[in-house]
């Protein structure tokens, strides 16, 4: 029999194996016994004012949750709660967060005392008068709460990041008030679940089962979930720790050909963290569940990870971008366990914290875990588009944000959390030294374990480790938005070369981003040398080189460590083929497509050109998805239309010649897809049809359901004209029911008729439709498809007018994903007219809306500088 201990003699001995107990600290941020001089306001949402009245008051917090889920979807959830805490002064009220309607809390008992309703204003607010220092006990009987139930017809699982477990049930929905979770579930007997803490027993009727979890650690709200309904459970023990995992996969070859890594990526990630940290797996038990169109690529529930059913089972036509994206996925949401979980965040304005070290941490796994991941490669083309995507905006902002109240913190995240945040982690890792910087998060992890820090206590103990000044360089990468430009002087005398790099903030001001990159000199004869440069002043020059004539070119940034805009060598365009290392290329292909968005060097035009002479020279499979990526957003974003119709027939050509001669599988698939996205031709349409119709792949290729449906929607956006309706047709080939819903989702948008695709917009005005996020966002991309813009551009107005609600309504990626798939591949001026009236329609607009919208807008108003 398995042993079991309570969460609080747990975390004793775990701090006793750390040789920390005599130091351990508690987990409230005061426990100050001096009474408030006045109650905290009841107001929306959870301010920072609650916040800290209740971290003051507040501690030793339990809930017992009880839900009653009834078969049928449209029926209520009913729930019993009762909350446990102890309160150091009983003088004021207490609130209780809930963001429902009044109607929802049936009866209230503190103390063991009936005791009225005070329902306002998002809390359930706990009179003084029935309060009492010390030990407090409050039941609660009361109806859950749907919007973050995720309630689907034979499956349900919550999602309560970042403050959504207030909208499920009573809670004190904050991260530095963590609690242990017992959770007990009756549901439907033919039902599995899977929750934080481990199964304890269950009870079964004829038309019910009711499953007792244990208690799960302590935890913050944010982390409690469960799933429940038609699963398949799989369990297998790996490096000595059992794993159980559900799942909904009908494809017996997806499951064939994953399981065995799904579970092998988990152990090999925690195997790699308990020695990185030298911190044992912190928490009971290791559990995960794969979800249909979850809103997120995973979710790092302690004992019950989710993730995104698609991107875990993967079949024979999968690419080594699909692999590496897996193991990466997996891989982050392990090192949330340490980075998140164990060590949570004070506050929501450092959730970037967890983030960055979730995906730091994914990345060095990755690299030991996936044959070929190539890490330098992959970092580079993960981290560096996404994250200029947004800081190039006059909507960027810093990857530490202010946040008044937790109802906003969704808007905190983004492009700049997931993807600029690694980028400066792996600079500062780089000024500090790997294991100074390695010694340092193991202090941080091993000081605050099982409680909350901020990013300044991690300042602290790094700033030991370093002579550099981390205070002077934090502030320029983690509290200022934007990024640097840089330029240079190459000048030739007495064969030596001097080359002298300047750099300049993008937005003109007086900031500057120390740094340390790489510009690569080639030379005439073929002979190189990488030179590096430690960019700590506003002008540095490069140390000669003595003996060698002038270099034929340069590559900045040559290493791709670097963040910024850096110059172009005008050589460098008609040399690509000579860089043998790819992670130059890759950073070479970042460089000449920022150059050409900010007006420098090349036109959308002339780059286009440069990327057709390259793409079929280049073998690298992860270059190819970079540079398809990047051709084909210049194809249909930043060419006028007749251009683009005029290029078709040479560019499909070329693409297909590529696709034929390249040997590999996996960049014939990539080559595959950017060719089905150029298609203009009713020649390239017909070919596409053909395979689609045959289900006939060309020689080389492997194309798979999921395949033959994106091809079925790439001809149906282009209103292929077929004897038998090609949508329909493919539905009936999906065997999966999960994905032939979402199939019976997309058809409107994808609707020759306009009438329809008005109703289908439309309809996405009530919440009820917006539900299955992922499917709202494909179907919008579809909607306002460059091919459909004539018609779909009237939605806009009607789409920014809904932001707000999205953002109340959706989960916290929901607003940004909206805007893109709606905003994205428009180049009129009329469009950006649109956005700009919106914008000064609405000067009070909510300020971190108004930055997701400028993000978004960002390619439309450069088409109309670009596309001239």
Known sequence: MKLQYSTGARRSMFLLALGLVACSKKLVVSNSA???????????????????????????????????????????????????????????????????????????????????????????????????????????????????????????????????????FPVFDQPNLKASFQLTLTMSPEWQALANGPLLGSTATATSKTLRFAPSDTISTYLFSFAAGKFERVARTMGGREMQFLHRETDQDKVRLSLDPIFQIHADALQFLEQYTVIPYPFRKFDFVALPDFQYGGMEHVGAIDYKASTLFLDEGTTQDQKIARSNLIAHETAHMWFGDLVTMQWFN?????????????????????????????????????????????????????????????????????????????????????????QGLQEYLRKYSFGNATWPDLIQILDERTPADLQAWNQVWVNQPGRPIFDYQLQTKDGSTEVVITQQAEDKSDRLWPQLFEVLLVYPDGRTKEVAVNMNQRQVVLPPAEGKAAPAFMLFNSSGLGYGVFPIDKQLTSNLGKLQNPVARAAAYVNLYENMLVGRSLSPRQLLEVYRRTLPQEKEELNIKLLTGQLTDIYWKLLKPAERLALAPTLEKELWQAMQQNPAANSKKLLFKAYQSVALTKDAQTRLYQIWDQQQAPAGLKLTEDDYTALALALAVRDYPAATPILPHQLTRIQNPDRKKRMEFLMPALSPDVQTRDAFFASLSEEKNREKEAWVTSALAYLHHPLRAATSEKYLPQSLALLEEIQQTGDIFFPASWLQATLGSYQTPTAARTVRDFLAAHPNYNSKLRAKLLQAADDVFRAEKLVL
């Open 350 to 438: 450092d959730v970037w914290m967890k983030e960055v070290f979730a995906n730091f941490m994914a990345d060095k796994i990755t690299q030991v875990a996936v044959a070929n991941s190539n890490y330098d490669l992959k970092f580079v083309i993960d981290h560096y588009p996404a994250a200029y995507g947004v800081d190039r905006t006059t909507g960027a902002n810093p990857i530490r944000q202010d946040l008044e109240n937790l109802k906003d913190a969704g808007s905190l995240y983004g492009n700049i959390i997931y993807h600029k945040a690694p980028i400066m982690m792996r600079q500062l890792e780089r000024l500090m030294g790997e294991e100074p910087f390695r």
């Open 34 to 168: 001096t009474p408030a001089a006045t109650a905290v306001a009841v107001v929306p949402g959870v301010s920072q004012e609650l916040a800290h009245d209740r971290a003051r008051r507040l501690s030793r917090l339990g809930y017992d949750l009880h839900l009653f889920v009834p078969s049928r979807k449209e029926q209520p959830v009913a729930a019993t709660e009762t909350v446990r805490f102890h309160l150091t002064e009983a003088s004021q009220p207490v609130q209780l967060d809930f963001k429902e309607q009044p109607d929802h809390l049936k009866s209230l008992t503190v103390n063991g005392k009936p005791t009225a309703i005070d329902f306002r204003q998002e809390h359930l607010v706990l009179p003084s008068a029935s309060l009492q220092t010390g030990p407090n006990e409050v039941k609660i009987e009361f109806t859950a709460g749907n919007q973050s139930l995720n309630r689907n017809e034979d499956f349900l699982y919550t999602l309560l990041v970042p403050d959504r477990a207030r909208t499920v």
